[in-house]
């Protein structure tokens, strides 16, 4: 394997979260001033984002537009971000966005973080229930916070927690 950085080396999105950890406001904030940060057509920055910390109005708002499989691990997540896009390019934003959501992703590992990512989630309702204003679109949910017990998972997603991580070789990668 190629020498990578242990940020990216060491990245991985679980989906045990310790349900007593906090996200403290300076963690949040570094984390939205790493996605400030990333690249994007034109400076552009379409990219949005709502966070709701366990238990507080918005993070409810956030889970109730989850799946309940879902539901049922995110809970334990100290931080949920929305990741929204504007502009009238959806294309590129969304591409933009996914820019800023890797870039807070890589901050929070930075941090001693995890992240996991959802993109299975009702957005018309999540606007709804965020109030987000109308062209904001939300494109993913991320759950934020530090490691928690992987026997307090599910059996199904305690087998996938605590199995080997599984990465395609480059070349099935190169289209050429």
């Known amino acids: 394997m190629a020498d990578l950085t242990p940020l990216l080396a060491f990245r991985w999105s679980p ?14 904030a570094s984390l939205l001033e790493a996605a400030r ?9 379409p990219w949005r984002f709502a966070l709701g910390h366990r238990d507080d109005e918005n993070w409810k708002r956030i889970m109730v537009s989850l ?28 591409y933009d966005l ?3 959501m890797a870039h807070l992703t890589l901050q929070a590992t930075a ?24 062209g904001v679109r939300p494109l993913v949910v991320a759950a934020v916070g530090r490691l928690g017990d992987p026997f307090a998972l599910p059996a199904d997603l ?19």
């Not at 989906?15 to 949040?28: G, I, V």
């Open 98 to 100: 996914g820019q800023a």
């Open 111 to 134: 941090l001693g973080l995890h992240v996991r990512q959802l993109t299975r989630f009702d957005q018309v309702s999540l606007a709804t229930e965020l109030n987000l204003p109308v």
């Open 15 to 28: 989906w045990a979260f310790d349900p007593r950890a906090e996200l403290t406001p300076d963690e949040a």
């Open 158 to 176: 305690r087998a996938r927690e605590t199995g080997l991580r599984h990465r395609r070789p480059v070349t099935d990668l190169l289209l050429c």
């Open 37 to 45: 940060w990333a690249p994007s057509e034109e400076n552009g920055q």
């Open 67 to 94: 799946p309940d499989d879902d539901q049922c691990w995110a809970r334990h997540a100290a931080t949920l971000v929305v990741g929204a896009h504007t502009g009238g390019d959806a294309e590129r934003a969304a």
